[in-house]
């Protein structure tokens, strides 16, 4: 059922849990664990999701890699990202559920906006829906995409998904199809799922600003992101006003088991100890940053360690944003 609300996105449940103005929240990339190469093993996964959710972690985020690409070095969580969703919804019940991100242009966007809905539906309003234009060179000859169109295949896949969720038995018409006398369903649970496009997708930064709920950015230092935040800031209120918009970033950690330990460069972040990597979050708060997902892949500790300790020594400050409860 719809809920009402003048802005839908904020009032859906996920979005609620993740983001208040002002404050940091943190989540977690899968899979949850450190592996070499590009294949992880996938185990142990549930049972460090729901401890991830018990300890007050905002969000959980999945990625979507169809293909195994040796060159590109990361395949994600293995798992078609829908499949995975459903999977892990069934076994947590508060903690939001994001995609980090879907590509747009490698699907049907009837197929994506069925899916997208389905799974806001069954997790009871948890998914945030991170999409992207596509990066990787095999993936577009093998799902008959034109990459120099991808841009403009996002825009319009991103429509009709748009349109799918909020319409009903309305026409619609883009490119590779129509949809005339019949209705998609389920629709979300709210007028619209939260929607936060990743990087520029192609697109510019005010259609970003305008037609997003939010920007999923890349980890830079925070001089760097300070600025790439504040030119959002203004995009969004030239935009859109006063409307909350939140700017979201990626960091992969290695941290240490000694608490002090300084940062050092890893690959899209660092290898540090917790009152380090307080400090950066921290900073990243006050420079406007409001959701870091945490990548655990270049850990040397167990994932579980990592996870406990979080829990312990960072999320408090940095956890899920409002009370929740089970649906």
């Not at 830079?220 to 300070?226: I, N």
Request: hydrophobic share 40%; glycine share 8%; net charge neutral.
């Amino acid at each position: 059922m719809y809920q009402p609300s003048t802005i839908p996105y904020q009032e859906h449940r996920g979005f609620k849990r993740t983001f208040r103005q002002g404050h940091l929240s943190l989540g977690l990339f899968f899979p949850l664990e450190a592996f070499e190469g590009d294949t992880p093993s996938m185990l142990d996964q549930v049972a460090l999701a729901k401890r991830a959710e018990a300890l007050g972690f905002s969000a959980l985020w999945f990625r979507d890699v169809p293909l195994r690409d040796p060159s590109f070095g990361d395949v994600g969580q293995v798992f078609d990202p829908w499949v995975y969703l459903g999977y892990i919804a069934a076994h947590t019940t508060k903690i939001a559920l994001g995609t980090a991100s879907i590509a747009l242009t490698l699907r049907n966007p009837l197929h994506t906006a069925k899916a997208a809905a389905s799974i806001d539906q069954l997790s009871g309003g948890r998914l945030l829906l991170g999409v992207a234009s596509g990066d990787r060179p095999v993936e577009f000859p093998a799902f008959s995409v034109d990459p120099e169109q991808r841009g403009e295949t996002f825009q319009e896949n991103l429509n009709v998904i748009r349109q799918a969720h909020r319409t009903h038995f309305e026409p619609i018409r883009w490119s590779h199809g129509e949809l005339l006398g019949a209705d998609l369903v389920p629709k979300p649970t709210t007028r619209e799922i939260p929607l936060f496009v990743t990087g520029h997708s192609r697109q510019p930064l005010d259609w970003i600003a305008r037609e997003s709920h939010g920007w999923i950015n890349y980890p830079r230092p925070p001089k760097m992101q300070r600025l790439i935040v504040e030119d959002w800031r203004q995009e969004t209120a030239k935009q859109c006003g006063t409307i909350y918009k939140p700017f979201l970033q990626s960091l992969y950690i290695d941290l240490d088991e000694h608490p002090s330990t300084p940062p050092s460069p890893i690959h899209l972040g660092f290898r540090l100890g917790r009152n380090h990597l307080r400090a950066l979050l921290d900073t990243l708060q006050e420079i406007g940053v409001d959701h870091v997902i945490l990548n655990l892949k270049y850990s040397k500790r167990p994932a579980a360690e990592v996870i406990e300790e979080l829990g312990k020594h960072i999320v408090p400050q940095f956890g899920a944003q409002v009370p929740d409860s089970p649906t």
